[in-house]
């Protein structure tokens, strides 16, 4: 019988970039035979416990709840104990799993956050567990406060070809008019305004997928309400995002921090031009060779859109293909389970 994983997150299934990257690893599991089951607070999961969900309150007998989730498993992968947003069934989960092979896979770290800061003692540690972060970033800063860890970088499919017309038909983007896709959640660090500014300089209708979240729903609506162009919001139902990175012309992503940023893959693997914020961790993507356009300054895209440069579009394809393909995240997920002497939940998978 194949070992079986536990992926366990405040949510799952959604477009938020920890559920994308969630489903990769899930695929990368199977891939190396090994079976997956899925436990959230909130979304699409296998399992549902609420208790776990984001600044949930968790009400007693959460131990015995997430106990029976993880009935059975042999690993759990979990970013629960990543950002303190639901510390309580954070402090169970690590209780549950003490002394037991776990992945902590680390999206963002607290200090990270302005609004969270430091926590003394935070992440949780275990000499049986790994830490796995998605960028070097974060694995230097765990290092400086006495925690070891790996990096993995994110590991995509590649998308099909996405229906462009349909798309942009359903839209009723006009003929010839430029679409300018940004494919985030409307939250304050997305900054939505630097890819309306966007937008308006190309002459570029404007479509935000995502849905709005913490408290953002007011500002989104004053900064929707003064845009100048067309403005498109989230993905009608009969289309995927697939079809909304066909149906765009380009692709901007200005956020002030990430803590990796799917869309820099997602659109070099549709072989759209992007155009990106000077958050921290984008440098350190582009050093695999990416070729991107500031998000500050729209004449370095428009003069690219305007004279069309297929080889740049090619070269971020092969860089997306040969760095960060779900091929990619799957060695490096076995190299971890090899690291760690977990080889025997492999079930002499090929490696």
Not at 62 to 68: G, T, V, Y
Not at 86 to 102: C, E, I
Not at 159 to 166: A, T, Y
Not at 204 to 214: F, H, I, K, S
Request: aromatic letters at 6%; one cysteine or more.
């Amino acid at each position: 019988m194949a070992a079986l994983v536990a992926i366990v997150s405040f949510r799952l299934g959604g477009p938020d970039g920890v559920s994308v990257v969630a489903e990769h690893w899930a695929e990368a599991f199977r891939r190396l035979g090994l079976a997956v089951r899925t436990v959230a607070g909130s979304g699409r999961a296998d399992r549902l416990l609420p208790d776990l969900a984001m600044d949930a309150t968790p009400g007693p007998g959460l131990a015995d709840r997430l106990a029976e989730a993880l009935a059975g498993t042999d690993l759990a992968v979990e970013n629960l104990c990543s950002l303190p947003r639901n510390p309580a069934a954070a402090a169970v989960l690590a209780a549950q799993v003490a002394g037991r092979p776990a992945i902590l896979h680390h999206h963002d770290l607290p200090w990270q956050r302005g609004e969270l800061g430091d926590r003394p003692g935070w992440p949780p540690d275990d000499p049986a567990w790994v830490h796995v972060t998605i960028n070097q970033r974060s694995r230097r800063e765990l290092a400086d406060r006495g925690v070891v860890a790996s990096t993995v970088y994110g590991g995509f499919p590649v998308p099909g070809p996405g229906r462009r017309d349909p798309a942009r038909g359903r839209l009723g983007v006009a003929p010839g008019r430029r679409l300018l896709l940004q494919p985030t959640r409307a939250i304050p660090r997305k900054n939505v305004p630097a890819g309306l500014a966007m937008a308006e300089a190309l002459s570029a209708d404007y479509w935000l997928t995502g849905p709005v979240e913490d408290g953002y729903g007011p500002e989104l609506g004053r900064l929707l309400a003064a845009a100048t162009g067309r403005v498109h919001r989230r993905v009608p139902d009969g289309l995927t995002m697939d079809d909304a990175y066909a149906a765009c012309d380009a692709v901007v992503f200005p956020s002030t921090w990430e803590g990796f940023g799917a869309p820099l893959i997602e659109a070099s693997l549709h072989r759209r031009p992007l155009a990106v914020g000077d958050y921290p961790v984008a440098a350190e993507l582009a050093a695999f060779g990416f070729r991107w356009f500031p998000a500050d300054d729209p004449t370095p895209l428009k003069e690219f859109l305007d004279h069309p440069d297929p080889v740049l579009l090619a070269g971020n394809r092969d860089v997306a293909l040969r760095h960060f393909s779900l091929d990619a995240l799957t060695g490096q997920l076995a190299a971890i389970l090899h690291d760690a002497g977990w080889d025997h939940l492999l079930g002499g998978a090929a490696t």
